[in-house]
């Protein structure tokens, strides 16, 4: 019958089978989690390992792509959040986080800019929060509409922006601070037309083979 044990040590750990023991060592990038079950398999991302104690990791092994072999890094800079990269055995993988969102290096996911350390949320989301929006506490946010797209508006929790969207055919409406039909919202419907007829004209032709 065959036995597994691993045990650990810092970033390499011992795999015992029938009492016989190699060393192995987790791929770049990853880190041994001496929490997980003998079946499992044992590195793990950095976020989900515990390794207090152990401090010592093995050289980086870059390349072209990545800075380890394995891993989520973002891209850009605190302007610019919405986009990171996920490298597997050292190839980069480019992702783009749902709009509004930004990637959060602390947590490996999408987050809201305004809770992404490494984050301007008004450089990003190119909205500065009114000096009024400071005095709405609790559920009674602040609505605003985006200046550059009238189906999208901002709302202000602790005087950073959260962006979000209507929807297609809606848009925020300034009367009942809430969205609304697109033909009842002044001077929307042409603009929501005018883009509408653009994004047709730029699909690309089928072709036949």
């Not at 793990?44 to 990791?57: E, H, K, S």
Request: glycine content about 8%; some cysteine.
């Amino acid at each position: 019958m065959m036995l597994t044990t691993l045990i650990t040590f810092t970033f390499s750990y011992i795999e015992c089978i029938d009492g016989i023991g190699e060393e192995r060592l987790c791929p770049d990038g990853l880190l041994f989690n001496a929490a997980l079950g003998p079946h499992a398999f044992p590195c793990q991302y950095p976020i989900d390992v515990d390794c207090v104690g152990r401090t010592t990791t093995q050289p980086a092994q870059p390349t072209e792509d990545c800075p380890h072999q394995y891993g989520y890094y973002r891209i850009g800079d605190e302007a610019n959040c919405g986009q990171f990269k996920n490298c597997v055995d050292g190839r980069g993988f480019i992702f783009d986080c749902p709009e509004g969102l930004a990637f959060n290096d602390e947590t490996y996911r999408c987050d809201w800019p305004d809770q992404v350390s490494t984050c301007d949320a008004e450089a990003y989301l190119g909205f500065t929060c009114p000096e009024s929006a400071k005095y709405f506490l609790g559920s009674e946010y602040r609505f605003y509409r985006s200046p550059a797209d009238c189906q999208r508006y901002f709302i202000c929790i602790d005087s950073k922006p959260r962006l979000y969207n209507c929807g297609d055919g809606q848009a925020f409406n300034d009367l009942i601070n809430a969205c609304d039909g697109i033909e009842n919202v002044t001077g929307c419907a042409p603009q929501y037309e005018a883009k509408f007829d653009q994004s047709r004209n730029t699909k690309p032709k089928s072709s036949r083979f």
